[in-house]
């Protein structure tokens, strides 16, 4: 038996899957033109309410991606995510003296953008099958995603066709809590009512995911192979944290799961 999936004498069935969105539900890619390309759309927008940047686009990339690295930093040492306008005003924008009214009515707006336009998203193969076959077992749905806008989660869920399958969307934006740290779980946790011992959750990333799931004491955590962020988990070789299971696609997660409940009951 899972040592997470019981206590005492009790085992837990498991009664919900829960997923990150990037890297898992969606891979994702860029290159130099689309960093360019992204800069010149986020001027253009800007400039649609008046907010000149004076930067080339080259000048302005290299500025949001100096500015986004530095907070992604102090989110990850912290476990908090910022609201929108502070995350534009003091850190994103930092350096162009925009004053802080202009920007904080359309912070979301820019954080939507930032999320959805600056890398190709691509939903991964078998994903509404994947649901569908795991909703048919009786099992509920959910989401907990690091990310800076409290609107894209819903957005890609509409797009993909899944919307109505979750029972929980939990994210960063929405609570100011991050992964790894367990808080950000039991709000998920307290939404669906059920307790950690009978939750699994499937993630692409050791330094979030895998020990979130391990901070948070739930029953399992899978991990879905994403070559794109292995760069998040530099220096966690030999830290010992390891998923209960790896897999390559999205299709191996409901018999997966099945087999997790067979081995609960021996």
């Not at 930092?94 to 190709?120: Q, T």
């Not at 998203?121 to 569908?132: D, Q, S, T, Y």
């Not at 991990?223 to 390559?248: C, K, T, V």
């Amino acid at each position: 038996m899972h040592k997470a999936c019981a206590e005492g004498r009790r085992a837990y069935m498991i009664s919900a899957v829960l997923f990150d969105m990037g890297g898992t539900l969606h891979t994702s890619h860029t290159d130099e033109a689309r960093r360019l390309w992204f800069a010149r759309r986020l001027m253009d927008r800007l400039g649609d309410y008046g907010i000149g940047i004076g930067l080339s686009e080259e000048a302005f990339s290299d500025l949001l991606d100096r500015n986004a690295a530095e907070y992604k930093a102090e989110s990850e040492r912290t476990y908090r995510e910022l609201p929108p306008d502070v995350v534009w005003n003091e850190w994103f924008l930092k350096g162009l003296d925009i004053p802080a009214e202009r920007i904080r009515p359309i912070a979301e707006e820019l954080s939507f953008l930032y999320d959805y336009e600056r890398v190709c998203n691509v939903r991964r193969p078998g994903l509404v099958e994947c649901m569908a076959a795991l909703r048919s077992a009786g099992l509920r749905l959910g989401i907990i995603s690091n990310i800076i806008s409290e609107s894209i989660v819903p957005h890609f869920l509409a797009e993909y066709g899944i919307s109505q399958m979750m029972d929980c969307v939990v994210t960063s934006s929405g609570t100011g809590l991050r992964k790894p740290s367990p808080a950000i779980f039991r709000v998920a946790e307290e939404a669906l009512r059920l307790p950690p011992e009978s939750l699994v959750y499937v993630g692409d990333t050791l330094s979030r995911d895998v020990l979130g799931v391990r901070n948070a004491g739930w029953c399992a955590v899978i991990q879905i192979d994403n070559p794109a962020s292995r760069h998040r988990d530099a220096g966690l070789e030999h830290a010992h944290i390891e998923p209960d299971y790896f897999i390559h696609d999205l299709n191996e997660i409901p018999a997966l799961i099945a087999r997790i409940e067979e081995e609960e009951r021996v």
